[in-house]
């Protein structure tokens, strides 16, 4: 099955708004539905990102969520990856992706994502505001993500660009099924100029978050797919929820 | 004059216009870059104003250098309710949240005793909160002298002590 995704209403505001008294610039929002093929699986929403600037430091604050369908199975989750020549927090060299939060980060986790899997950072300690688990709201169904990715500027150029990713995770085989990207960043000159970009859309998967990446940081645990079946149920599956759908409906017509 | 024909069907369409955009912007987000939100800036000026973040005695410390994902705000106080109460009072403006440890009493004047007065750098943030707040904000080399400091005052071992540690080597990180 092909993917489909439809982009709603920044679409529309361009197409109709630009000939009058705006313009595209170079930040904007995202408000788009996730389809693979007809079924809906979730929606992305992300507010148009703004500068972060205090004294030398300089960055970008993007803030969004993922709300997903019931259609949408696995778990869902945010996987960043960062490309910059200050690269922090990793091993990695300069301008070579890796993983968001970086290896040697003591709040982070062993796990791909954004946000831990554990309430227990690295160092031991329980971080509350960066468990995943606490990162969701509307039942649970809707994801929220947060970054101010900054850097301080002392006298030499600095780049910082991030590939973010939402996938549905099969805890069972460890595939990663990606199913929207989108990237964003900045740019401070060797004078001190800062430049925000995105949040922009790019194709699935984008470029960073490849299979040779993932194995490097993480051993042959993870599969990366940009099928977005891997984030619908099986047949089966789906038969068996109807089934519990007609079963429960009618307990609570006898009750 | 005589308004009509090619008119008024300029002024519909110009309605229309006018109209969708409206719903584009008030359900959607705007696609280009709102005046109140420029995309560029120059560096170097001075530091964002801070506001207070609770009036409740603790210790608040903040990473404000280069950073991927935001660090969690750390929030000390003598007592765990108090720690408790005001970690709540911060999480309201953290995003990611603030983590509360609770210290004996000695160890948090010792910790108040630490600040310096007349610090001034832009990598850390250590504020103290309540009756009397102050906030200093400091380069790297004092962030680290006073992080060794506060774990001195709280004694390594202890969940207060690992935490600064972690702030610790976040900090060294930073270039």
């Known amino acids: 099955m092909n993917r489909s995704t439809i982009g709603r209403c920044v679409a529309a505001a361009v197409a109709i708004c630009a000939g009058a008294t705006m313009s595209l610039g170079a930040l904007t929002g995202i408000n788009k539905e996730i389809k693979c093929g007809d079924t809906l699986l979730a929606t992305v929403n992300f507010a148009v990102p703004t500068l972060y600037a205090s004294g030398a430091t300089g960055g970008i604050t993007v803030s969004g969520s993922a709300t997903k369908t019931a259609a949408f199975t696995g778990k869902m989750r945010w996987v960043q990856m960062i490309k910059t020549n200050q690269p922090l927090n990793t091993n990695t060299p300069a301008n070579t992706p890796y993983f968001d939060p970086g290896e040697l980060d003591p709040t982070g986790n062993d796990f791909p994502f954004y946000w831990n899997e554990n309430l227990q950072g690295r160092d031991g300690n329980n971080y509350a505001g960066l468990w995943v688990q606490n990162k969701f709201s509307n039942g649970g169904n809707t994801l929220s993500f947060f ?76 599969t990366i797919s940009t099928d977005c079946e891997n ?7 789906a038969g068996l929820l109807a089934f519990a759908g007609v079963f429960a409906a009618r307990r609570r017509r006898a009750a | 004059m005589v308004i009509g ?60 250098g280069a950073s991927d994902r935001p660090p969690p705000v750390l929030v000390f106080a003598a007592g765990g309710s108090d720690a408790a109460h005001a970690a709540a009072a911060v999480n309201a403006s953290e995003p990611m949240g603030a983590t509360p440890s609770a210290v004996g009493d000695a160890a948090y004047a010792c910790l108040v005793g630490a600040i310096p007065s007349g610090a001034s750098g832009a990598a850390i943030e250590v504020e103290h909160c309540g009756a009397s707040p102050r906030r200093v904000l400091l380069d790297k080399v004092e962030g680290e002298r006073w992080l060794a400091a506060a774990s001195a005052c709280v004694g390594a071992p202890s969940e207060a002590g690992r935490l600064l540690e972690s702030m610790r080597t976040l900090l060294r990180a930073m270039p």
């Open chain 1, 147 to 222: 970054d101010e990715p900054k850097r301080t500027w002392t006298g030499a150029a600095i780049n910082w660009q991030a590939e973010l990713s939402l996938v549905c995770w099969d805890m069972t085989t460890n595939v990663l099924g990606v199913l929207w990207t989108g990237t964003y960043g900045f740019n401070i000159t060797a004078g001190g100029n800062l430049t925000i970009n995105g949040i922009t859309e790019m194709a699935v998967g984008g470029t960073f978050l490849t299979q040779a990446a993932i194995d490097q940081r993480f051993g042959d645990v993870y």
């Open chain 2, 5 to 64: 024909g090619d008119g008024l069907a300029w002024i519909a369409l110009g309605s229309l216009a006018g109209a969708i955009c409206s719903l584009a912007m008030s359900g959607c987000e705007r696609p280009d870059n709102p005046p109140d939100r420029p995309a560029s800036a120059r560096l170097g000026g001075a530091a964002a104003a801070l506001a207070p973040s609770t009036n409740i005695a603790c210790v608040i410390v903040r990473l404000r």
């Open chain 1, 231 to 237: 984030c619908i149920p099986t047949p089966a599956a």
